[in-house]
């Protein structure tokens, strides 16, 4: 059974650019969340898609955008990249209702 | 609001010596306490939770972690380590027993030594 998968492993991009990251969830898991975490800080909270709908949302500008697809599989987007919007990008997967997410080994995004 | 501090950044300790690494929350609400251990260029591993019950919690790998409501604090214990358990360990809080939107701390790194 495969784990969390993510795409891709590393990134690098130019300040002003727009990156995707790529999420394939744990086999029936149906909740996706995303968390950045920036070197020597714990992860921080982006946001969360069930249903194809973003349920819940960190303290994140709305350059931050995601889609969930119907094979629940998700998609981070951010737009108009910053310096300080380089790091490590987990996402997380877990059943809806259920107390345990599972992470992904995460993509690092340098941004030049 | 929640938060969580992790009073060590970085705790240093020799093979089969006793840890403790010590996690303090805030919240206003009622709090699900979870310990998550991430190995270099890897993501995050669940060690264990507590959501309700029992305050002393059992996890992976010989872990265990003592809910205390009165001080507000998870701190995680093991008795004796391994070399193998040099590690980055998180503590985090959640509102809900819904899985996400959790707060982490900063992370104590741990080291082991020969």
């Known amino acids: 059974d495969a784990g969390v998968t993510q795409s891709p492993t590393h990134l690098i991009k130019t300040r002003g650019q727009q990156v995707t990251l790529r999420c394939s969830p744990k086999?029936?898991?149906?909740?996706v969340s995303w968390y950045q975490q920036a070197l020597g800080q714990g992860p921080q909270f982006i946001f969360q898609y069930y249903e194809e709908e973003e349920r819940q949302r960190g303290n994140f500008p709305d350059r931050f955008s995601g889609h969930q697809f119907p094979n629940y599989s998700s998609e981070l987007n951010v737009n108009a990249l910053l310096l300080g919007d380089s790091a490590l990008y987990l996402c997380?997967?877990?059943?809806?209702?259920?107390?345990?997410?599972?992470f992904g080994p995460g993509t690092r995004l340098t941004v030049l | 609001a929640q938060s969580v501090t992790q009073l060590d950044s970085q705790v240093p300790v020799f093979e089969e010596a006793p840890v403790e690494l010590r996690c303090n929350y805030s919240s206003s609400v009622s709090v699900y306490l979870f310990w998550y251990v991430q190995y270099p260029n890897q993501g995050l591993q669940l060690l264990l939770k507590?959501?309700?019950?029992?305050?002393l919690v059992k996890g992976i790998n010989g872990f265990e972690a003592e809910f205390n409501k009165s001080q507000t604090s998870f701190h995680l214990r093991k008795p004796s380590v391994h070399i193998s358990d040099t590690a980055e360990y998180f503590c985090a809080v959640s509102g809900n027993t819904n899985a996400g939107k959790s707060t982490f701390g900063d992370g104590t790194t741990l080291t082991v030594k020969p």
């Open positions: 507590y959501l309700s019950g029992s305050t």
């Open positions: 997380a997967s877990s059943q809806s209702g259920t107390d345990t997410q599972y």
């Open positions: 086999s029936g898991h149906d909740t």
